[in-house]
């Protein structure tokens, strides 16, 4: 999400936001003096933090938003906030005679509040006017991203996850990986990394055919295989090739395993049957065993890095692909790969609707 910084020897506030590639820089405006301009700075950060969270937590991720006080009502009140901002930004809550002050319970609001009692405290007119046009810069790249559209400042959210597919992204990635079933850097910089782990799933199930017909073994052990020649992620493609194999869809399996972590990244836990399975197995070891410790250190409560679930799914799913290639190429069969894995791909294109 897009970062504030306050440039000391220009005297200007600067906005910043990554591409996937590096992170680009603007200017927004002057800002007198270095105290009122930190202060900014850190203010529309966490509106900007607060705002993109309705992107990574929609409404739609959490149940139904009509139930008044769930989950879901909430993401959605939160979402609906976002009409608030520029009044609050222009005439924002201020402490009264006796020094008590409206506080919204709602983050968004609350912060926008706060960036207008900076401005408020600068006493700019000019600044007010410009500092509204960067917050509704950042809600419109919000709202380009919520609809799959990421050019421009919207291009942040390939490095965000969001555990909503955007079928458009879905088949941007698909496009990108017909062109070159191996992956190419543009599925990290152009896409949004949880739609284009739907079709990588989708084309590692392929590839995992393709490589098992020419060598004999069941999709499911391809990836086991290829670490063997070269060290690869085995554990969770392996899972989403069993999933895909038990009849799950791509968009079913990669929803499921970015919840997971996002739930974890929050300090809770979806798959608590899964943790009292491990509990159970670890009752069962003799303490005596000198790989339990082994064993209880590798656990994960979830199988992605929960700080970057999206990508860290996606990097896995490309790495497996090419370890598929890695064990077609050994099986010489005399067949191309990337053609062998797009007619197999294309037999069954309905998944990925």
């Not at 900007?48 to 929609?58: G, I, L, S, V």
């Not at 790495?319 to 007619?343: K, Q, Y």
């Amino acid at each position: 999400m897009t970062r504030y910084a306050y440039d000391s020897g220009a005297g200007t506030l600067v906005a910043t936001w990554g591409t996937g590639r590096g992170d680009v820089a603007e200017t927004i405006a002057e800002v007198p003096g270095a105290e009122h301009g930190v202060e900014l700075a850190a203010a529309l950060a966490s509106l900007a933090r607060f705002q993109w969270r309705t992107y990574t937590h929609p409404a739609t991720a959490a149940g139904d938003p009509d139930v008044v006080n769930g989950e879901a009502w909430r993401r959605a009140e939160e979402r609906n906030r976002f009409a608030k901002v520029e009044a609050a930004l222009r005439t924002p809550n201020l402490p009264d005679d006796d020094g008590c002050m409206l506080v919204f319970y709602s983050p968004i609001e609350e912060s926008a509040h706060h960036v207008g009692r900076v401005l408020h405290a600068i006493g700019d007119a000019s600044l007010v006017d410009r500092v509204v046009n960067e917050v509704l810069t950042e809600q419109a790249a919000i709202m380009a991203a919520e609809l799959g559209d990421l050019a421009g400042r919207a291009r942040q959210a390939v490095e965000l996850t969001r555990p909503e597919i955007s079928p458009v992204q879905v088949h941007a990635a698909d496009s990108l990986l017909r062109a070159n079933p191996l992956g190419s850097i543009d599925l990290f910089t152009e896409l949004d990394p949880a739609a284009a782990s739907v079709a990588a799933a989708h084309w590692l199930r392929a590839a995992a055919t393709v490589a098992g017909e020419v060598t004999g073994l069941e999709p499911v052990d391809v990836v086991a295989e290829a670490d063997d020649i070269e060290a690869l992620q085995v554990e969770t493609p392996t899972v989403v090739l069993e999933r895909l194999g038990a009849g799950e869809t791509p968009t079913q399996v990669v929803v499921d395993l970015i919840a997971d972590a996002i739930a974890v990244s929050e300090g809770k836990v979806r798959d608590l049957d899964g943790i009292i399975e491990a509990a159970q197995e670890i009752e069962e070891r003799d303490d005596e065993d000198d790989d339990l410790d082994d064993w209880t250190d590798g656990y994960r409560i979830c199988r992605l890095d929960p700080t970057r679930p999206a990508i860290d799914l996606l990097e896995d799913l490309l790495g497996a692909i090419r370890g598929c290639w890695l064990v077609f190429s050994e099986a010489d069969s005399g067949a191309t790969f990337e053609d062998s894995v797009r007619t197999e791909a294309d037999a069954d294109t309905s998944r990925l609707q």
